[in-house]
């Protein structure tokens, strides 16, 4: 298992608390990330194949159950702390790619939540891994229970990283650091933003990443036909561009997301000007990143210190979390009302979109008791190209 019985225990036991704040009688689980959270079971190519639809059922008051197509038997019993396994076959009522829809509805029935109020990844930030027409076959099968939207007892539990998941979160930053800085000190005139990519993401795996989860280059002066941060365009680099480089790797089934700044050769008085404003910016969000803050009193710390420095083009979100997804609650942005608690990751990502290029700086950290504790540790230095 990747983690231990006792934290997936810990996981199942702070869902339950928080289904019954909100009335429900259960949760019922099929996109990736929330099977490998509550149940262990990693998808065997996440986001790729979809052809077997994996469930779990956590009651409050009874334990928690998994269903999983046949072919999963063995490494299910290896990597989950789950002990009750029911199977499904793929046959001619439950073609490839579609959910055992009357296995579920039997499921619900014998856990007498025929008539319960079942939670469901309905809402914000999750997706069930079942198609929508085989969800309405199921609600149409039980038409007593009621099934709603559990995301925000998922979040209030996801969001809280334990010292477990901390360390992963470490080790993803410290590897996409490293590789970021190996990747600056070998930039050269000419070498185009896919190259840049693609040696950013050698140099990953190289340190030693999993894999790279997602990169993202942008250099030189803002053009309004070209993308800030998307598929590289095949740009090339010239002397004097001002670089962004975001990015993060997988350690496991948790990445990081946070981007450092390069110039190509001697920068000018303006962008070391730029750069100190930058980071006196993050430096102010910072300082509000704290138990009983919350996150839109932090971004209204960055509007205002925005105006202070007379910088234009204020960002909308300004910070994340991360985990399992790299975009995860909460946001800092101006309606998101989360208060900060001890053991919440999220980034300060202040920027700001001058005409010479992307301003744009991130930190991780994680929110503890006195205040928070870094998480991101690369060079707070704008990297000299020479």
Known sequence: MLFSAEEYQHRQNRIRRELQAVRLDALLVSGDDNITYFAGIRSLLPRLIQTRPLFVLIPVSRDPVVLIHNSR??????????????????????????????????????????RGRIGVELGHDTRMGM??????????????????????????????KSPAELELLKRSAEITGAAR?????????????????????????????????????????LQPEIPLFGVPTGRSLESGDLICLDGGCW???????????????????????????????????????RPGVSTAEV???????????????????VGHGMGMLLGEPPRIAPWDETVFEPGIVCSSEPYFLPE????????????????????????PDLFVVH
């Open 73 to 114: 038997v063995a490494d299910t019993r290896v990597n989950s702390p789950i002990s009750e396994l029911r199977t499904y076959a793929t046959s001619e009522e439950v073609p490839y790619g579609c959910a055992p829809v009357a296995e579920l509805a039997n499921l619900l029935r014998e856990r007498g939540l025929e």
């Open 131 to 160: 198609p929508v027409g085989d969800f309405e076959r199921l609600r149409a099968a039980l038409r007593d229970a009621e099934f709603r939207d559990a995301s925000d007892p998922i979040w209030k539990v996801r969001m809280r």
């Open 181 to 221: 800085q190996r990747t600056f000190a070998q930039l050269k005139p000419g070498m185009t933003d896919r190259q840049v990519l693609n040696l950013f993401f050698r140099e990953i795996l190289e340190v030693g990443g999993d894999r790279p989860s997602f990169g993202f280059v942008a250099a030189g002066p």
């Open 251 to 289: 350690v496991q089934d948790y990445s990081c997301d946070y981007d450092r700044l390069a110039v190509l050769g001697r920068p000018s008085d303006r962008q070391k000007d730029l750069y100190e404003r930058l980071r006196d910016l993050n430096d102010k969000m910072l300082e509000s990143f």
């Open 299 to 317: 971004y209204e710390v960055y509007v205002a210190e925005c105006r202070r420095h007379k910088l234009q083009n204020p960002g909308v979100i």
């Open 356 to 379: 010479d290029g992307p301003l744009v700086w991130e930190d991780l950290l994680v929110i503890t008791e006195s205040g928070h504790e870094l998480l991101t540790t690369e060079s």
